[in-house]
């Protein structure tokens, strides 16, 4: 069964291009290494570009905890949290309802 996380954070207002740098070298990572992550989405707030919101899908359980325990989620999460005023937290999700075409091709997946 799919699992659902949102990571909602906010970084330094000075730091907002090195946390940039960082989430891009972690979604680099998660592509090459982890075929059953089948979303990492990097949000960025527009009313607070120091604001940003991870969403993820990982295929199974087993796909989140493969994650979790990569050397490079590892280092990006002391990397991250040297940038941030407040530690970040995961939300974890069930999914209810959706639609649309993109959700719609998902499912067949």
Known sequence: MKEYVMIPFNVHTDR???AKKVISELISNVREHEPK??????LQLKQDPAGFIHFII?????????????????EFIKKLYDLCPDEPYPLFLDSFDSC???VEAWEKM
């Open 100 to 102: 649309g075409a993109v």
């Open 16 to 18: 907002v291009e090195e």
């Open 58 to 74: 990982f295929a199974d359980n087993e796909a989140h905890m493969r994650h979790r325990s990569a050397p490079y989620v590892l």
């Open 37 to 42: 992550t089948l979303l990492y989405k990097s």
